[in-house]
């Protein structure tokens, strides 16, 4: 059987930035996507600015802005009572850019494979056996084996979960998503809006379709929906994707042969719209390590360092992220927050800061 340097399981941004990476270093590269691309996801669909070094890396930069997409100008931040709080976004070539998740997507799975990944579509991971080497098998009983394994495969991890390293999952909220008609007017904000019973992202992303996020707790959801209905006048059988969860305790990225990268790794709320930037470059620094142990340096010290480098991709940021996450599980306190921030706009503006513009290097 042929054996890969590499098997990445998912086809999303990590899985993708991992493959392309791997290939540009000469591994033979193999990736395991379970759906069919081009596919929507449950997403905000912004990219943050933070990702543009690694798409650069990519050599991807220009093809993206070639998709179709909406230049983001500024965040509104709208309180439960009404009261609305703007922090403008930088502009120039290091913006905010909003993407359907089918474009670009697509784009970062094509491009690993011009690079010379091998790329398996509508192939679902189900069983795993590590003798040395991996064997990895599908649902159409198909086998491969390769000397490594990447879990791209989000925050529902099937290679954490047969490895029995998935956290139980904390189902306390669940996220619903479509795209609809831009409304009139719309222009190029996100809108951050607390609702009693969670909260909603919006984002134009093209010059006529709207990307309409919502988030609340199970029992809560469908009022979330009827509300969404009555305010975007959209139709009630308007169909919606949906993810859980929304939290969950990190696995450990680095194991024997096995890295985990991107949402299957450690999952961000979703308020503050990092987590295609996570996932992109964790996978190069996933690309990094493997092709350190495929090229016989040591094992021990490129797992070390490939664990020491996804902890630093968050420092000062995660604590934003966490402070995202208790304004929004309260929306109360997230609507004080906002009223707060009418009189006195600094804290919403440096923390909105610390998210679009990000320190340099990585
Ligand atoms: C409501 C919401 C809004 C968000 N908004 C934003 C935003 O605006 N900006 C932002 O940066 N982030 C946002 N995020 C987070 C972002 O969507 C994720 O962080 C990002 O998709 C992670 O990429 P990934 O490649 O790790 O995982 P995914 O994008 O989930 O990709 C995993 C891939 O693995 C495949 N897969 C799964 N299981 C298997 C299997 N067994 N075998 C083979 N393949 C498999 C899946 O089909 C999928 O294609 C949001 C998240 C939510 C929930």
Same mark, same amino acid.
């Given at each position: 059987?042929?054996? =890969? ?31 069919? =691309? ?221 890295? =985990? ?49 996804? %902890? ?28 707060? %921030? ?21």
């Amino acid at each position: 059987m042929e054996i =890969f340097d590499v098997a990445i399981v998912g086809g999303g941004p990590a899985g993708s930035s991992c493959a392309a990476f791997c290939a540009l270093s000469g591994l033979h590269t193999l990736v395991l996507e379970r759906e069919r =691309f081009p596919r929507e996801k449950v997403c905000g669909d912004c990219l943050n600015p933070s990702c543009w070094p690694v798409l650069e890396r990519l050599g991807l930069t220009q093809r993206v802005w070639d998709l179709r997409h909406s230049k983001l100008t500024s965040v509104e931040f709208i309180a439960i009572d009404g009261h609305k709080v703007i922090v403008d976004f930088p502009t120039g070539d290091d913006c905010e850019l909003s993407i359907k998740r089918s474009l670009f997507d697509e784009l970062l799975l094509r491009r690993a494979r011009e690079l010379g990944a091998h790329v398996r579509g509508e192939t679902t991971v189900t069983t795993l056996a590590h003798d040395g080497d991996w064997k990895i098998e599908t649902g159409l009983h198909e086998a491969f084996c390769a000397r490594t394994l990447i879990g791209a495969d989000g925050r529902n991890s099937t290679v954490a979960r047969l490895r029995n390293l998935l956290p139980r999952p904390a189902r306390e909220r669940v996220a619903l998503q479509a795209h609809i008609p831009l409304p009139r007017n719309f222009g190029k904000r996100i809108v951050l809006q607390f609702l009693r019973e969670g909260y909603s992202g919006q984002a134009p992303v093209n010059e006529s379709e709207l990307n309409l996020c919502l988030v609340g707790r199970p029992p809560t959801i469908s009022r979330l929906r009827q509300w969404a209905q009555r305010h975007f006048e959209i139709p009630a059988d308007q169909p919606w994707r949906t993810i859980t969860p929304l939290t969950r305790a990190p696995v450990p990225c680095a194991q024997e042969n096995l890295l =985990f990268i991107g949402d299957a790794a450690r999952v961000v709320e979703p308020f503050t719209g990092e987590g295609i930037y996570y996932a992109l470059r964790s996978g190069e620094l996933a690309a990094s390590a493997i092709a350190k142990i495929i090229g016989g340096k040591d094992r021990q010290f490129a797992l070390r360092e490939f664990a020491r480098a996804s %902890a630093e991709m968050y420092w000062g940021r995660l604590w934003i992220n966490r402070l995202a996450r208790a304004a929004v599980l309260s929306p109360r306190i997230g609507s004080l927050f906002v009223r707060a %921030a009418r009189i006195n706009p600094s804290i919403l503006k440096l923390l909105t800061t610390k998210i679009v513009y990000p320190k340099k290097a990585s």
